[in-house]
């Protein structure tokens, strides 16, 4: 009987605790799993992601902007994590470093999630 109970009540904790939006490091782990980086379309870049659902919260990605500088790549990034009529939306910072690391300048790629908050959805 007491068996019965404790999985009963873990069961209920791990539900309750599945209502809330994704965390920080739910979104940047969707945001790492890339199926497709870019497919070879002229003019058009496409990105896919494999991890299109947290918790029951689908995941949208949309790119907000690109800056190339001298080594460096940023990249941002809106995600919107939507369940019925609740959207909890996302700031992403994506700083890529190209080349060979360079001690002088102590440049190391980046991920930084920001939430913006969780509102009605329109």
Known sequence: MRTFVLAGLLSAATLAGQTGPPTQSEIAH???????????????????????????????????????????????????ARQGNTCAEYRIEDRIVLGPPNPQVRLRPRLTVEPEGVVACR
Not at 41 to 64: A, H, L, N, Q, Y
């Open 30 to 80: 969707a945001y790492r799993s890339k199926c497709i980086d870019s497919a070879f379309i002229p003019g058009i870049r496409v990105e896919m992601r494999c991890i299109k659902d947290i918790r029951g919260w689908s995941v949208k990605f949309k790119r907000t902007g690109e800056e190339r500088l001298a080594g460096v790549i940023l990249k941002r990034y809106q995600a919107v």
